[in-house]
Every structure is written in C-alpha cells, then in structure tokens.
C-alpha cells in the first residue's frame, strides 16, 4: 500500500529531501547575510520556528531508534537463532569495521600529507574558540559498558551497546524456547512491524524537518571563519569523499560483485538524512528501512550491524582526527615521526569505537588522539569554529561504512536479496 502511495507522487521522497537541503541551505545563506539582525528574524524565525520545528524533527527519529533497535534485533536474533552463526556475524562485522576505519585514517593521513593544510597558517589569522574538552572514557570503561548492569536504566538512556547485548540474549533465548515463549515472540515482532510503520510515518514529514534543521545550521554559520580553514576543510572533505566513494565501493564490488552505483543512488537519502542532523544514531531507522526496502539487505544482519556500526564504526570522524592531528601539528610546528603515525591509526581507531553517534562528539575524543603524540589539545580550538560542516560530512560517511559493511556481510551469509538490490531505484 505505501507503494502505491509512493507511487502516485510526482516527486519521489529522495527527491524531496533533496530539494529541501538545497532550498533550507540557501534560504539559511539568505538570513545569514541578506536580512539585517533582529528579533523577527533572531528569536523568531530562527531561534522559534527553524528550531522548534527541525528539533522536533529529530526528536521524532530519536523517539524510534530504542524501541526500534531493541525490537528489531530481538526478532534478528530470534531469525538467526543460533549463537555460532550470531557470533560469526558479529566477528565479521567487527572485523570489517576496525579494518575500514585504520583504512580510513591511512587515506586521511596520506591526503594530509599532499596537501599539507596547516602550513603556512599563522596562529593569529585563524579564529579560535574557547575549548572545553570532556573527558573521553577510558578503554577498559568502554569495553566493561557493554554488559548492562541494569538493562532498563540502559534502554532508558539510550545506551546502544549494552541494549544490542541484551536484545541478542533475548532473541537467541526465544529461539532456544521456541513455542513456550511464542506469545513473547509474537509481540516483539509485532512491535517491530509496528516501529516499522512509525518510520516510515516519520519520515514522511522529513523534508520540512530537513529544512528547518539545515536552513537554521546555515543562518547560524559566517563563512569568513572559514578562509584560512579552506586547506583543511579541502583535506578532509577530499578524504571524506574517497573513502565514502572510492575506498567503500571498491569493497563493496570487490566482496559482492553488485553495481556501486546503484548502492550510492539507493543510499543517498540516508546520506542527506545523516548530513542534515550529524547524528548517526538518529540515522539508524532510515538506514536499516532503506537497506532492506531498496538493498535487499535481510534485517536479521542489518538490527544487529547498523546500530553495533552508529556506535563504534566511525570512519568519517577517523579521517577528520586523521587530517586536524597533521593540521594541529603543522601549526605548532611539530614533526611527526612514522612511529607517531601508527601511533595516531591505533589511537584513532579507539577514538572511533568511543565516539558517540551525535553531533561533535569526534572533536572530544580527538584530544585522546592528540595527546597520544603528545601534540597540545589547545589545538582543537583551531578547528572547532567550523567543525559544524565537517561534523554532517563525516557523519554522512559514517553511516555509510556501516551501511557497505551490512550489505557485504548480508551477501556472505545468503542474507540479501539480488533481485531487490538490481531493481530500479526509485
Ligand atoms: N556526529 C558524528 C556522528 O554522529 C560523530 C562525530 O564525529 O562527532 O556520527
């Protein structure tokens, strides 16, 4: 039925989301530059309705990941059943994510490296601001954090690696049981339809949410800072876009042999979804929707990989951690030794895993890089005025790692359906 609804559109949903992030990003310019400051434009256009409005948005996403996740990967669980293949999977998938984003600083650190952004920058052109570093956890914490203590107060939190252990026991238990616990079964599929539907709901509304979120992000933004930041900017965005077009598709045809072209077309609402809200997270439903709509990418992998992918696979923010450590170090004239490389691949692959799927959270954890080749964490204020743009760039690839890495693992374990994959994106 929603099909037909789809179909009687003139314009797609894709294509609707598209023009709202151009539309809201030129509208945002507009107000930036071209309306003189007031509290029309201050308190009640940007601050009243763009906000409210475009939060509301994300809250609406953010409303379904828990139950989503959580439902979604109890039934994933369940379908797999049993704890071998579960576990196969899950190597696999952690695998697969580790390795990508070691690639992905590689790629970040070599790109650097041409372009060297931070030479020839003197430390009072650029705009700093005040940096107010949290403390990132330690290793041990983030790896002990994975057992909920109390499942509840995890799933109330919104703590993603505790639920996605939990779920999994619940499943692989209600598989184990079988028919005594089919009225448990039951409703947690039925839930998961029902959480299904809500997304879609959801994401009905998305390009007004998408042009709220954006147009106020560019009324916000001046882009005078960002002149003597062009190098940087330039090299992580260039890194951003070969690992997200380049390094990903080869994967992705190296291991499955399906048309990359197709993946990024199918793909790119989530792309624009993520970029608008720089929240990963957020982006879980719509990607997990979109894989097994258009990719025919089986849920059982997919409730269990993009959620475990929003939460520890961080590509796009290892290749910003990446180029800002050799910009930092370029700046305050430091020279990196090869040791200190590998130093900053290892360092900034754990940063990944500890970076959280919301906005900014890849500057926190860029001081537990920084500090790792001793360059000083006063640095991230160099970065931090125009890290707002980077931050919807990079979570874009974020999700994207994920998304390439579910569809591999999908086509190795005879969970992904070809016929959908190949048929024409809507
Ligand atoms: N915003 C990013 C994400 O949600 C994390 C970051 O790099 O700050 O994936």
């Known amino acids: 039925m929603a099909e037909n609804v789809k179909e009687k559109k003139k314009i797609g949903l894709s294509t609707q989301i598209f023009i709202a992030l151009i539309g809201g990003a030129l509208f945002g310019v507009i107000l930036h530059y071209f309306i003189p400051a007031s509290s029309i434009r201050d308190d009640i256009i940007v601050g009243g309705i763009l906000h409210v409005v475009g939060q509301g948005f994300i809250r609406l996403m953010q409303m379904l990941v828990v139950p989503l996740v959580f439902c979604s990967l109890i039934c994933g669980s369940m379908a797999i059943g049993d704890t071998k293949t579960l576990g196969k999977v899950g190597v696999k998938t952690i695998v697969f994510y580790l390795f990508t984003t070691a690639m992905a600083i590689c790629v970040a650190l070599g790109v650097a490296?041409?372009?060297?952004p931070g030479i020839g920058i003197s430390l009072d052109k650029v705009e700093t601001s005040e940096v107010t570093v949290a403390e990132a956890?330690?290793?041990?914490?983030?790896?002990?954090?994975?057992?909920?203590?109390?499942?509840?107060?995890?799933?109330?939190?919104?703590?993603?690696l505790p639920i996605?252990?939990?779920?999994?026991?619940?499943?692989?238990?209600?598989?184990?049981?079988?028919?005594k616990a089919s009225t448990v079964a039951n409703f947690f599929s039925q839930f998961n339809e029902i959480m299904m539907e809500m997304t879609m709901a959801v994401m009905s509304v998305a390009p007004i949410g998408v042009f709220c979120l954006i147009a106020k992000t560019f009324a916000g933004i001046g882009f005078s800072a960002f002149l003597p930041m062009l190098k940087y900017m330039g090299s992580v965005t260039f890194a951003l876009f070969l690992q997200g077009f380049v390094v990903y598709q080869v994967l992705l045809f190296i291991f499955t042999r399906l048309n990359p072209l197709k993946f990024i077309k199918k793909f790119f609402p989530v792309m624009m979804f993520a970029f608008t809200t720089a929240t990963s997270n957020a982006t879980i439903p719509l990607s997990i929707d979109t894989l097994e709509e258009k990719m025919g990418v089986s849920r059982k992998i997919s409730s269990f990989t993009v959620p475990l992918g929003a939460t520890i696979n961080m590509d796009g923010t290892a290749?910003?951690?990446?180029?800002?450590?050799?910009?930092?170090a370029q700046v305050y004239g430091y020279s990196l030794t090869p040791s200190?490389?590998?130093?900053?691949?290892?360092?900034?692959t754990l940063a990944s895993i500890g970076t959280a799927g919301v906005p900014?959270?890849?500057?926190?954890?860029l001081s537990m890089v920084l500090s790792s080749v001793g360059l000083p964490t006063e640095g991230i204020a160099l970065i931090m005025g125009i890290d707002r743009i980077l931050d919807m760039l990079r979570t874009a690839v974020n999700i994207t790692g994920d998304a390439v890495c579910t569809t591999i693992v999908s086509h190795q374990n005879g969970a992904l359906n070809k016929e959908v994959f190949n048929a024409q994106a809507k």
């Not at 290749?319 to 930092?328: C, D, E, H, P």
């Open 113 to 116: 490296y041409i372009i060297n």
């Open 137 to 160: 956890t330690s290793f041990v914490d983030t790896l002990l954090n994975i057992i909920p203590k109390n499942p509840i107060s995890s799933l109330a939190n919104g703590e993603m």
């Open 164 to 179: 996605i252990v939990f779920a999994l026991f619940i499943g692989v238990m209600l598989a184990k049981l079988g028919k």
């Open 319 to 328: 290749i910003m951690q990446g180029v800002a450590v050799v910009f930092i």
């Open 340 to 348: 200190d490389l590998a130093t900053v691949v290892a360092t900034a």
């Open 360 to 365: 900014s959270v890849g500057l926190i954890t």
